[in-house]
T-cell receptor
């Protein structure tokens, strides 16, 4: 069964304290792995797509990496505005070619000044 | 350029009533998805629609739930005879015509939060 597990469930950081969020996945052929950010009371906002092991994407203080079994979202020198829930999702190769994504439960990040 | 619009944002129903959730996709988007988010759980795929067609409803409960995306007007997710277990946030998302460059990028609305008393 295809599934996504994210850890930790919650993470508290001081401003400037770098860390990483983990996303482990099992899927019957990976078409893509995606990171989204979700603020309280809002819908998820797309961050990155990764397609193959070894690929990396960066955006401001965030960098996403991918291996054959997991992905990491590295947060460098976070600021309070980075506080949010970060969601990881996968799309299976044989899912029909459309955005039928399998999401993890998310990591709730709180960055304190 | 308006994003994905969902309404109502909050809906309270008593057990046995009907809930109708509406979604207008982003301008130019012809693909609509509905996902459900239960408390402390991840988003779960429910259904994928194009105009006048249900493409994949494998995530929809077999009874009481239905979805449509008519030629004119918003997509509707309808839940008949609601039960307490239906309480959740229901998110609609849209995407443009799929190409190899935009796979996975869904544009989500702010969700409709259903509470069943």
């Amino acid at each position: 069964e295809d599934q996504v597990t994210q850890s930790p469930e919650a993470l508290r950081l001081q401003e400037g304290e770098s860390s990483s969020l983990n996303c482990s996945y099992t899927v019957s052929g990976l078409r893509g792995l995606f990171w989204y950010r979700q603020d309280p009371g809002k819908g998820p906002e797309f961050l990155f797509t990764l397609y193959s092991a070894g690929e990396e994407k960066e955006k401001e203080r965030l960098k996403a990496t991918l291996t054959k079994k997991e992905s990491f979202l590295h947060i460098t020198a976070p600021k309070p505005e980075d506080s949010a829930t970060y969601l990881c999702a996968v799309q299976a190769r044989f899912s029909g070619g459309y955005n039928k994504l399998i999401f993890g439960a998310g990591t709730r990040l709180a960055v304190h000044p | 350029n308006a994003g994905v619009m969902q309404n109502p944002r909050h809906l309270v129903r008593r057990r046995g009533q009907e809930a109708r959730l509406r979604c207008s996709p982003m301008k130019g988007h012809s693909h609509v998805y509905w996902y459900r988010q239960l408390p402390e759980e991840g988003l779960k795929f429910m259904v994928y629609l194009q105009k006048e067609n249900i493409i994949d409803e494998s995530g929809m409960p077999k009874e009481r739930f239905s979805a449509e995306f008519p030629k004119e007007g918003p997509s509707i997710l309808r839940i008949q005879q609601v039960v307490r277990g239906d309480s959740a946030a229901y998110f609609c998302a849209s995407s443009p015509l799929l190409t190899s460059s935009n796979t996975g990028e869904l544009f989500f609305g702010e969700g409709s939060r259903l509470t069943v008393l």
